[in-house]
């Protein structure tokens, strides 16, 4: 069965740094286009970036200059490191594995950071 794995979310003050993990099985992770989606409350869910099988990032704007993508193929894993982190930030982080016609989420891990 496929799945996908988030970690390293949790409370960040202001101007803090957090990296989040997903983990993938149950796919051939080296040919999917990853990424990570964020959604806040009362929002609809966003992009934040994406990384292709060949390492081509893509980020939204609001996050450029303050986090990266990465992945490690060898671990079937794909990672986000935040820094700089704002309370606009604040959000359940989702990250997505995409091939072709398919996309497939996990389930999010939180993010908050305080005012």
């Known amino acids: 069965q496929l799945q996908l794995v988030e970690s390293g979310g949790g409370l960040v003050q202001p101007g803090g740094s957090l990296r989040l993990s997903c983990e993938a099985s149950?796919?051939?992770?080296?040919?999917?286009?990853m990424g990570w989606y964020r959604q806040a409350p009362g929002k609809q869910r966003e992009v934040v970036a994406t990384?292709?099988?060949?390492?081509?990032?893509n980020y939204v704007d609001f996050v450029m200059g303050r986090f990266t993508i990465s992945r490690d193929n060898g671990k079937n894993t794909v990672y986000l490191q935040m820094n700089s982190l704002k309370p606009k930030d604040t959000a359940v982080y989702y990250c997505?594995?995409?091939?072709?016609?398919?996309?497939?989420w996990g389930q999010g891990t939180q993010v908050t950071v305080p005012s």
């Open positions: 149950g796919i051939r992770f080296s040919i999917y286009l």
């Open positions: 990384i292709t099988k060949g390492g081509s990032k």
């Open positions: 997505i594995a995409r091939f072709a016609a398919s996309d497939y």
